[in-house]
């Protein structure tokens, strides 16, 4: 042995190595340690750092209505000309979103109802809530259409039940009584004569009558305590675990979340599911682009793929949404008759955006759709999954039937009829929220090199300093030896000579 070295040499060459070992071992595993900290933070529970954030966002999300104005109401039925449509708006209600009646069950599920409080901002509008506007009258074209397939006499006996209370196919009333409620003497007949099994609840008829309050829906989603991937993630509504709508279980499955927050960890292949009871499915959401988000956080923006609402027909898995035909909605649009009340209710986007050109053509006055105006989109930071800033767009249609029976209605053609469209805007985050975003994207990296950075230094400087002492120590005892009377490799020339002997 030639190096026989002192103890504290020994360890500091052993304590350096541990240390650019740990430093190793920390740089490959701290993601993992982030992501392990960063989803028990982000789990929904009660004191929790995001429970606030949850329970009631600090936003303020923007309902922007846009509504289709017939100003040829009497050309259209009397000459057959195209309706001409002008679009008014915005129409601007500010949100304040809240859930109530919170509460945590033992599996790992939060339960709740949603309360959303609209207050109309007449300097972000383009028009006044009493502004006077002429719209297809959805519960006698609701009515008449359904009426189609029923027996003759009773097409009479609603022609003449029309007549009397004097219902016309358009009607004019103010943007206020067309979102949130007018008294629609057609329902309220329904309501005093049909049996109370029946399933219209009120007298009043609004686009979104009864949506400024508490809802009665009752949602349980994860809240990603058990399993972050599915953070947020709907488990019931209603108590249901599907909508009970569509004929296959992918198609009626609720699992989304409500678009706010996603499972966090986000890659460009993820697909985000987003369920919205009015939307009447899960829509799902794929990576478009990067973007950075107001704050200078940067973010993907998701939108749903342009084939969503394409008809059966060039997509047959798209047939789950369609169980009474064919023929089935046309292309581009999405039947939500049975979430209302089974009034014939198209949902597109905005100026049949991605929907049949042949559509759009059928009116006059929509201009044609562009992807920046009418696209439907959700900016999402990935790491942690918060969506950033959204776009939730929909249109809203009339799918019309001619019914020569009904006389009112009698020159009314088929036709899918743009009602209004709106857009539920969060534009950007308060400061509070941004900075803990951009805290989540920043610090990780920094951290990680800082940590893992520091620890191999002083690995490194350990690991030198031992191996100085090392040298130094070597160096020494060399001398010890010259000195020595025994010196160091006598005992080899022992063995030398041993050998020597032995083999002579
Ligand atoms: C809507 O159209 C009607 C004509 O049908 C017109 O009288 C009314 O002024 C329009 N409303 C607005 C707000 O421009
Ligand atoms: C969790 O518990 C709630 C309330 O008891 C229940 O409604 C829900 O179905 C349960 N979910 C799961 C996944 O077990
Ligand atoms: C919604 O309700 C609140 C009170 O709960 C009220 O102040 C507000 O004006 C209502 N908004 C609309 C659009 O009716
Ligand atoms: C309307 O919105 C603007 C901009 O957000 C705000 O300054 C103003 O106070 C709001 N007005 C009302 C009546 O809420
Ligand atoms: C929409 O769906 C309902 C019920 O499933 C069906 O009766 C109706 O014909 C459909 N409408 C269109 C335009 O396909």
Redesign the pocket.
Known sequence: MVFTYYREERAAVAIGALLIILAAVLAVLFPNIIDFVLDKELAIQEGGRTYKFWKEPPVVPRLQIYIYNVTNADEFLNNGEKPALQELGPYVY?QHWEKVDIKFNDNGTVSYKVKKTF?F????SAGSQDDLVVVPNVPMLSATSQSKHAARFLRLAMASIMDILKIKPFVEVSVEQLLWGYEDPLLKLAKDVVPKEQKLPYDQFGLLYGKNSTMPDLYTIFTGANDITKFGMMDRWNGKDGLGFWTTPECDSIMGTDGSIFPPHITKETVLKVFDKDLCRTLPLVYQRDVIASGGVPGFRFSPPTNVFTSEKNLPSQKCYCPAGPPCAPEGTFNVSQCQYDSPVLLTFPHFYLADPALREAVTGISPPEAEKHQLYIDVQPIMGTAMKARARIQVNLAVSQVRDIKQVASFPDIVFPIMWFEDCVDELPEEMRTLLKLVVDLPPVAHAAVSGALAAIGVIVLLGAFMCLARAAKRQEKLHLSSPLPANATSTKTGQLNLGFSK
């Open positions: 500010l207050t901002n007449e300097s972000l």
